[in-house]
Nanobody, 125 residues
Framework: QVQLVESGGGLVQAGGSLRLSCKAS????????MGWYRQAPGEERELVAS???????DYADSVKGRFVISRDNAENTVYLQMNSLKPEDTAVYYC???????????????????WGQGTLVTVSS
């Protein structure tokens, strides 16, 4: 019932920009942290950026100054603005959220960790 739906991935030349979005839908009581992870071929998944409900943010050193994470709490949406993209940014990007939600109206709210389906970002040199 509750899903994270991602969009915005694609192919871009080095130096270009992309904006990823991730919207949580369903009967949600609250969302704590939301973030973005990425996984390149043959590499482990790594945290790119995260944001609290209040708006405080954390970034991986490799993307500081280039990427910006933001949230629209009214829309249960998190964004990742990616600027000055480099070929090494090529990866599948996954949205992640700590969510308390119920399976149907009137059901029990339970805390859960959700992942998006992933969206591919390819940066050409």
């Amino acid at each position: 019932q509750v899903q994270l739906v991602e969009s915005g991935g694609g192919l871009v030349q080095a130096g270009g920009s992309l904006r990823l979005s991730c919207k949580a839908s369903g009967s949600i009581l609250r969302i704590n942290r939301m973030g973005w992870y990425r996984q390149a071929p043959g590499e482990e998944r790594e945290l790119v950026a995260s944001a609290s409900t209040s708006g405080s943010t954390d970034y991986a050193d490799s993307v500081k100054g280039r990427f910006v994470i933001s949230r629209d709490n009214a829309e249960n949406t998190v964004y990742l603005q990616m600027n000055s993209l480099k070929p090494e940014d090529t990866a599948v990007y996954y949205c992640n959220a700590d969510v308390a939600y119920r399976d149907y109206p009137g059901g029990t709210f339970r805390p859960r960790v959700l992942w998006g389906q992933g969206t591919l970002v390819t940066v050409s040199s």
